[in-house]
């Protein structure tokens, strides 16, 4: 995974800056993987200390135990107000090991108006030899006066092709490793998430769209935390029947007797407005919306929009 994130050009254009001292006092990285932003984040720490591979400083930086930098919040945590009085007043201490000192802040679009509104003076005007690097995994939640006051990288989704090597160098296995990072979005998470449990969330997707105890399904979904990898499964699903609808089945990634009965069931018209109805509902998910509500409500789209199409047929 490393690998995968010192490709990306937001890593390469902080670590140019760190080798020419030029790094901006607050920097923003926007990045759409939640769990390896904070990989990310510290990959850009040690380079930015120019910690070497294997050297004291990088292992220490990757326990997140290094005095001049601190990451925070502590895993599992929101940066509150409090913490953020305290980040303030050891940002006027001198650094304890060399002439600056660095200060992660990961998650950052979970950081409330007020805790960002009170950082505000420190992140435009820090004190001598004291950096900010905040990542974020969507710039929507940061108000306007926080984004006008970071040089900002943004990381746009992995190819297919750069998350399926990715998955087969960190070994990953499982049947449908094509078919997870054709329908992860570019998300290295979802990928792996898609290929959990031996690849259960297509075959879900396709019960999903086949409309089989999809209220129970849903309220099974409800009990989730989050639905990303199975909507990029219903969206897979969805790409593959548009496909063999035309007539091209060597593209699909996915190649089942359920996927060719429901080709048959589902109109063209009604397969391209799913694909929508599916974009809106991970949109809602973004906002905290329920897992199982929000499956829900597509549900019934879909089901109107099929109903609505073979009518016309």
């Given at each position: 995974m490393k690998q995968l994130l010192r490709s990306t050009t937001a890593y390469k254009l902080f670590v140019a800056d760190a080798m020419c001292a030029s790094t901006a006092h607050t920097t923003l990285i926007?990045?759409?993987?939640?769990?390896?932003?904070?990989?990310?984040?510290?990959?850009?720490?040690?380079?930015?200390?120019?910690?070497?591979?294997?050297?004291?400083?990088?292992?220490?930086?990757?326990?997140?135990?290094?005095?001049?930098?601190?990451?925070?919040?502590a895993m599992?945590?929101?940066?509150?107000?409090?913490?953020?009085?305290?980040?303030?007043?050891?940002?006027?201490?001198?650094?304890?090991?060399?002439?600056?000192?660095?200060?992660?802040?990961?998650?950052?679009?979970?950081?409330t108006p007020l805790v960002q509104n009170k950082l505000l003076k420190v992140l435009e005007e820090p004190p001598r030899g004291v950096y900010f690097l905040l990542g974020a995994t969507a710039e929507h939640a940061?108000?306007?006066?926080?984004?006008?006051?970071?040089k900002r990288y943004v990381v746009p989704p992995f190819s297919e092709e750069a998350i399926e090597g990715a998955l087969k160098r960190g070994r990953v296995q499982g049947a449908e490793l094509r078919e997870a990072a054709a329908a992860s979005g570019g998300i290295y998470s979802v990928a792996e998430?898609?290929?959990?449990?031996?690849?259960?969330?297509?075959?879900?997707?396709?019960a999903f769209l086949a409309q089989r105890d999809v209220e129970k399904l849903c309220r099974a979904?409800?009990?989730?935390?989050?639905?990303?990898?199975?909507?990029?499964?219903?969206?897979?699903?969805?790409?593959?029947?548009?496909?063999l609808a035309a007539g091209q089945e060597h593209y699909c990634a996915r190649k089942t007797a359920e996927m060719q009965r429901l080709a048959?069931?589902?109109?063209?018209?009604?397969?391209?407005?799913?694909?929508?109805?599916?974009?809106?509902?991970?949109?809602?998910?973004?906002?905290?919306?329920?897992?199982?509500q929000a499956a829900l409500v597509l549900a019934l789209r879909i089901r109107e929009e099929k109903i609505k199409w073979q009518k016309l047929l």
């Open positions: 926007v990045f759409p993987d939640e769990k390896y932003l904070r990989m990310l984040l510290k990959e850009c720490a040690k380079a930015f200390f120019l910690a070497k591979e294997g050297s004291r400083v990088e292992a220490l930086i990757e326990r997140e135990s290094f005095q001049d930098c601190m990451i925070l919040p599992g945590e929101k940066l509150t107000a409090d913490t953020a009085s305290a980040l303030i007043e050891e940002s006027a201490l001198r650094p304890l090991e060399g002439d600056k000192k660095l200060f992660v802040l990961d998650a950052f679009e979970n950081v940061l108000l306007p006066t926080v984004l006008s006051r970071a998430s898609l290929l959990a449990g031996g690849g259960e969330e297509f075959r879900l997707a396709e979904l409800g009990e989730r935390k989050e639905g990303k990898a199975f909507l990029a499964a219903v969206k897979l699903v969805l790409r593959d029947l548009m496909l048959a069931e589902y109109p063209v018209g009604a397969l391209l407005a799913a694909i929508g109805f599916v974009t809106d509902a991970e949109r809602e998910l973004q906002f905290n919306a329920n897992v199982g």
